[in-house]
């Protein structure tokens, strides 16, 4: 870090700043770490649906909508097996419409 980049960084921790722009600069950062950890993807995921294992009855109740109707059960998409999306698969991982 060049001295005149960590001058201007301990000048602006040094500075008074709002409560306001504290709680922003902290759901920033929160955000920001929960965005770069799992990705956009685990982000964003659905809170109530059912985890691979849980009773169903159709794909839309599960996080990885799948619905096994011949168990009744959440379900995920083993390898070589086609996919759209990534949370489709049991690897997490869908690469060019095939579960990897």
Known sequence: MASSNFDELTRALASSTSRRQALTALFVGVLGGVLGFGGPGTALARANCGAVGDHCTQ????????????????????????????YECCLGKCSSGTCV
């Open 59 to 86: 794909n839309g109740e599960c996080c990885t909508y799948t619905c096994d109707q011949t168990t009744g059960l959440c379900s995920c998409r083993g390898s070589g097996v086609g996919c759209s999306q990534h």
